[in-house]
């Protein structure tokens, strides 16, 4: 689980080729919008745990689900998706969790 807000981590390289720099450009153009999009499905929810689903993120980007998966998994994602929080959950005072 993923404390909200995420961060989808962006890569640099400083090497001298340009397609590579190309590619490195827009995949963090893609970890950047990816990153925007989740954001705002778990600031919308209403709920304090919120499950997001690759397939939804592919409605609203375009991208295919192996692309979204690729670069959320580094946010600790799972197969089909990620589960964040908002806030993070307290002890109560006998120890368990509410």
Same mark, same amino acid.
């Given at each position: 689980?993923?404390?909200? @807000?995420?961060?989808?981590?962006?890569?640099?390289?400083?090497?001298?080729?340009?397609?590579?720099?190309?590619?490195?450009?827009?995949?963090?153009?893609?970890?950047?919008? /990816?990153?925007?999009?989740?954001?705002?499905?778990?600031?919308?929810?209403?709920?304090?745990?919120?499950?997001?689903?690759?397939?939804?993120?592919?409605?609203?980007?375009?991208?295919?689900?192996?692309?979204?998966?690729?670069? /959320?998994?580094?946010?600790?994602?799972?197969?089909?998706?990620?589960?964040?929080?908002?806030? @993070? @959950?307290?002890?109560?005072?006998?120890?368990?969790?509410?």
């Amino acid at each position: 689980m993923v404390q909200y @807000p995420i961060h989808v981590p962006k890569k640099s390289y400083k090497g001298s080729k340009p397609n590579l720099q190309m590619k490195n450009i827009e995949n963090n153009r893609i970890a950047a919008e /990816l990153e925007k999009v989740v954001n705002k499905i778990i600031e919308d929810s209403n709920e304090n745990i919120v499950e997001v689903m690759y397939y939804k993120i592919a409605v609203k980007t375009g991208y295919s689900i192996d692309k979204i998966r690729e670069f /959320l998994r580094s946010v600790d994602g799972g197969y089909n998706g990620l589960t964040a929080y908002k806030q @993070p @959950p307290q002890k109560a005072k006998n120890g368990m969790l509410n």
